[in-house]
């Protein structure tokens, strides 16, 4: 490793963007300067660490391990100090001080995301978030920063993070869950939800299950529209875990005992490349897996 050297802030940016781009060619369209400079900044960086980041196969660029280990370190304290540089430049422009997040996930956004938000906008210095919730493939002239979606497709350049891995429960009010296990399918209606026709098959399967095991219940368009059945009636609801942890941690539902099984579905962030605040957008990604893991952790203690 070289002493008495500064690190270059712009080739640890060069480094970043050739790790989320996997090519120095892309990275340096990105960013805007030739492909020699892109070069000339991870030939910087290998020297100052005194190990190789990169190993190039072809037009494609791979991580070594060391390189992973850098990228993972700084690649979000870097995005807050442009963002932070941008704010304060730009001093109380709106546009600086906006995020527009559109999502196909209005249950997650109306359970989770929404009443966290406050918290990232604190930690970005007062950012107002604005959420838009559609089931519609985005367009290119659609005006957003970040995409948080499960099923739908970006077909425009962005960055990407899978957030959550899709587990499904049975939950039920307490007193209508309590001293009772999978039998209870048998004797206590399941609520269907039509915008997620998936989730009961791909559960019945996953429980080795048949349709013939359960008692149909009512049927609502969305999850948060059956939240309000289930924590009030008898009835029994099949959902992604993390929009009813809350729920459970308060009491007013409970797991159907073994009846725990992955959907195989996961929950993915895009920050878009056309973003006016795409340091803003990806520093948003990275605090929403940061909010995705405590709860995880937090289901996974019981807590």
């Not at 209005?106 to 929404?114: D, G, R």
């Not at 950012?127 to 970040?146: C, E, G, Q």
Request: proline share 4%.
């Amino acid at each position: 490793m070289s002493d008495g050297k500064d690190l270059s802030l712009n080739a640890v940016r060069a480094f970043l963007q050739v790790a989320r781009d996997n090519s120095v060619t892309r990275a340096s369209k990105t960013l805007g300067i030739t492909q020699s400079s892109v070069s000339r900044h991870l030939a910087v960086l290998e020297e100052y660490f005194g190990a190789k980041l990169l190993e190039r196969h072809g037009r494609q660029s791979q991580l070594t391990d060391f390189g992973r280990l850098f990228a993972d370190a700084v690649a979000e304290p870097l995005d807050t100090i442009f963002f932070t540089a941008k704010r304060m430049r730009r001093g109380d422009g709106k546009d600086a001080k906006r995020l527009v997040v559109r999502t196909s996930l209005s249950t997650f956004a109306y359970t989770l995301l929404i009443p966290n938000l406050n918290d990232f906008s604190k930690e970005m210095g007062g950012v107002t978030v604005d959420v838009i919730s559609t089931l519609s493939a985005p367009a290119s002239t659609d005006s957003f920063d970040v995409l948080l979606t499960r099923d739908l497709t970006l077909t425009e350049p962005g960055d990407r993070w899978d957030f959550y891995d899709e587990q499904l429960v049975c939950v039920g009010a307490p007193d209508c869950v309590a001293g009772r296990g999978l039998e209870a399918l048998r004797t206590t209606p399941v609520i269907a939800v039509t915008s997620r026709p998936d989730i009961l098959p791909t559960w019945l399967r996953g429980m080795d299950l048949k349709t013939s095991d359960i008692i149909s219940g009512a049927r609502y368009d969305h999850h948060y529209l059956a939240l309000s059945a289930v924590t009030t009636g008898q009835t029994l609801l099949v959902t992604p875990n993390i929009i009813v942890a809350d729920l459970i941690r308060q009491g007013l539902l409970d797991v159907l005992p073994g009846s725990r099984a992955p959907s195989g579905m996961q929950y993915r962030a895009y920050a878009v490349d056309r973003s006016g605040n795409p340091d803003l957008a990806r520093a948003f990604c990275r605090w929403l897996i940061r909010l995705c893991r405590k709860k995880t952790e937090e289901e996974n203690t019981g807590k």
